[in-house]
Nanobody, 118 residues
Framework: QVQLVESGGGLVQAGGSLRLSCAASGSIFSSDAMGWYRQAPGKERELVASIASFVTTYTDSVKGRFTISRNNAANAVYLQMNSLKPEDTAVYYC?????????????WGQGTQVTISS
């Protein structure tokens, strides 16, 4: 079983920065995807960024502003968010997707609120 604990959300002004952290327990391989999703009020949850085997993926709206990184030894994933915009306001969720011969499972953190004021 994998448990995820997030931290780092908050309220900042537009143009500011935040760094989200997520610590995971359990057996996680570097090939397992770790990532961040977000959900704004009235919208569906969307993938923000993910990293697996050192390959990163970003949604177009955050490219050049957000950077995802991970510490495999610590089972941790981070999201550095710069040049924040009001439209980045959402609850951000840490995700780990574990793929084994027995199947694939998604694990989620509790979510952390990010609010950007204009």
């Amino acid at each position: 079983q994998v448990q995820l604990v997030e931290s780092g959300g908050g309220l900042v002004q537009a143009g500011g920065s935040l760094r989200l952290s997520c610590a995971a327990s359990g057996s996680i391989f570097s090939s397992d995807a770790m990532g961040w999703y977000r959900q704004a009020p009235g919208k569906e949850r969307e993938l923000v960024a993910s990293i697996a085997s050192f390959v990163t993926t970003y949604t177009d709206s955050v490219k050049g502003r957000f950077t995802i990184s991970r510490n495999n030894a610590a089972n941790a994933v981070y999201l550095q968010m710069n040049s924040l915009k009001p439209e980045d306001t959402a609850v951000y969720y840490c995700n780990v997707r574990i793929s084994r011969w027995s199947g694939t499972n998604d694990y989620w953190g509790q979510g952390t609120q990010v609010t950007i004021s204009s």
